[in-house]
Antibody, heavy 122, light 109 residues
Framework: QVQLQQSGPGLVKPSQTLSLTCAIS??????????WNWIRQSPSRGLEWLGR?????????DYAVSMKSRITINPDTSKNQFSLQLNSVTPEDTAVYFC????????????WGQGTLVTVSS | EIVLTQSPATLSLSPGERATLSCRAS??????LAWYQQKPGQAPRLLIY???NRATGIPARFSGSGSGTDFTLTISSLEPEDFAVYYC???????????FGQGTKLEIK
């Protein structure tokens, strides 16, 4: 059974970088059949997919167009985890952030982390 | 970007009744559609993928149908634990992305 455990600060100052980590158990970040995603949820924007990293003989990343200039998702094979970095945050980036495994052939999100409320405020 | 529109926004039903939730895409997504259930304070849970396949452990009272632009999630006989918010989600390849609907809240009447 796959479990995803998120960690990271719940408060980030405007213009700084939001950093979260998702530790994987029961699967591998280097799996050839899964993708590792970040999704956020806020009352104003609903559920919003941010991006993913996945391994298919080499590493790939896909990012939401709206995030492309500010986001980095990196795998860490030594710790079997992946991370999210979102630069130059504003209060509009305040949301609950989830990591999720994409699987079942079409990046359907079949396992989720517990969620982290990140507030952007000075 | 493909927009998913869910209806109704709120559905008020009683346990034992049948629930029908709708999701309409702004352009065809073939059968690349999933449904999720979310309860307060929890992450979403995958119910249906590829429009009509139940995810592991999902009871048979949940079923999905549709293709192209119109999709339906049906709960045949509501149990107390089914009252939650339901989201549809599509995925596309060019460019690679996923979008969610705005949700339908299923509440006890």
């Amino acid at each position: 059974q796959v479990q995803l455990q998120q960690s990271g600060p719940g408060l980030v100052k405007p213009s700084q970088t939001l950093s979260l980590t998702c530790a994987i158990s029961g699967d591998s970040v280097s799996s050839n059949s899964a993708a590792w995603n970040w999704i956020r949820q806020s009352p104003s924007r609903g559920l919003e997919w941010l991006g993913r990293t996945y391994y298919r003989s080499k590493w790939y990343n896909d990012y939401a167009v709206s995030m492309k200039s500010r986001i980095t998702i990196n795998p860490d094979t030594s710790k079997n985890q992946f991370s999210l970095q979102l630069n130059s945050v504003t209060p509009e980036d305040t949301a609950v952030y989830f990591c999720a495994r994409g699987a079942l052939g079409n990046n359907w999100f079949d396992s989720w982390g517990q969620g982290t409320l990140v507030t952007v405020s000075s | 970007e493909i927009v998913l529109t869910q209806s109704p926004a709120t559905l008020s039903l009683s346990p034992g009744e049948r629930a029908t939730l709708s999701c309409r895409a702004s352009q065809s997504v073939s059968t690349y559609l999933a449904w999720y259930q979310q309860k307060p304070g929890q992450a979403p849970r995958l119910l249906i993928y590829d429009a009509s396949n139940r995810a592991t452990g999902i009871p048979a009272r949940f079923s999905g149908s549709g293709s192209g632009t119109d999709f339906t999630l049906t709960i045949s006989s509501l149990e107390p634990e089914d009252f939650a918010v339901y989201y549809c989600q599509q995925r596309s390849n060019s460019p690679p992305m996923c979008t969610f609907g705005q949700g339908t809240k299923l509440e006890i009447k």
